[in-house]
Nanobody
Framework: QVQLVESGGGLVQAGGSLRLSCAAS????????IAWFRQAPGKQRELVAR???????NYADSVKGLFTISRDNAKNTVYLQMNSLKPEDTAVYYC?????????????WGQGTQVTVSS
């Protein structure tokens, strides 16, 4: 079992920055791929950024060069540094954890944290 707790959301003006944190429980954190998704009102949930157990990252085109995902395995925490925020970044941001045990995939979600960017 993995429990995920997001924090760091809030209200920020356009051009500002926020850092989201995703704290995970469980001893399997180091083998887990962690991703940040977001969902704006009336829109589908979309992938923002992902980091594998080995540290490889990928980003949505809309946030490349602006957002940075990183992980600290000693703290069981993944971060999403968001710079130059825009009103269109307003959404609920969710942390997602995924790992495999043999052929079985395990997927977990956090409760989400609201990010609001004012113009």
């Amino acid at each position: 079992q993995v429990q995920l707790v997001e924090s760091g959301g809030g209200l920020v003006q356009a051009g500002g920055s926020l850092r989201l944190s995703c704290a995970a429980s469980g001893s399997i954190f180091s083998i887990t791929t962690i991703a940040w998704f977001r969902q704006a009102p009336g829109k589908q949930r979309e992938l923002v950024a992902r980091i594998t157990a080995g540290g490889s990252t990928n980003y949505a085109d809309s946030v490349k060069g602006l957002f940075t995902i990183s992980r600290d395995n000693a703290k069981n925490t993944v971060y999403l540094q968001m710079n130059s925020l825009k009103p269109e970044d307003t959404a609920v941001y969710y942390c997602n954890a995924r790992y495999y045990q043999g052929p079985y995939e395990h997927v977990y979600w956090g409760q989400g944290t609201q990010v609001t960017v004012s113009s």
